[in-house]
């Protein structure tokens, strides 16, 4: 495969799978920069093996996505042995939603901070399904469960995410 060939294929790869490895990596690590810099470390990696890895039997997504988690669990070390910072103010600047940068982070944020509030098995479903994009057929094999099981997983953790939200904003005008 020539030099040219392999950028070639490596970059429809990445063109196709940057949405869902940003996902994982935004789910994983909670913060929208630690993520987009472990999905970067996770392309440069598999480039550099690029040859072997289109070579083998097996998927590339699914390797890929390994490789996201691979690089949020090495930044997390590593960021473990770094002095903290202090966090600098945020520009105020508007979206192509309408709604100000800053406060949409915040909204994300929050939804992070509500999801890992809920038992294990919604939060794995939530995840798999909302955030990774399988059906929950897909879900269901991953997990060891039925696909109804799923479903019922999901409206659950719905429920609890909704209640969630009713009494954080009940909180927030006491």
Known sequence: MSEADRGMDFEAFVLETSAVFSRVARAESGDL???EDAVQVA???MFSSWEKLSA???SLVAYGRTAVKNAVIDQFRRNQRMVSLPVQEIPEQESVTGIPDAAYE???EGIDELVACLPERQRQVITLCVLQDLSPEDAGKRLG???DSVKRYIHAAIKNLKKSVNEFGEEVTV
Do not use: F, N
């Open 43 to 45: 392309y440069l990696r």
């Open 56 to 58: 083998r039997q097996g």
């Open 145 to 147: 469960l039925k696909e």
């Open 33 to 35: 920069h630690s993520a």
């Open 106 to 108: 915040m909204v994300k």
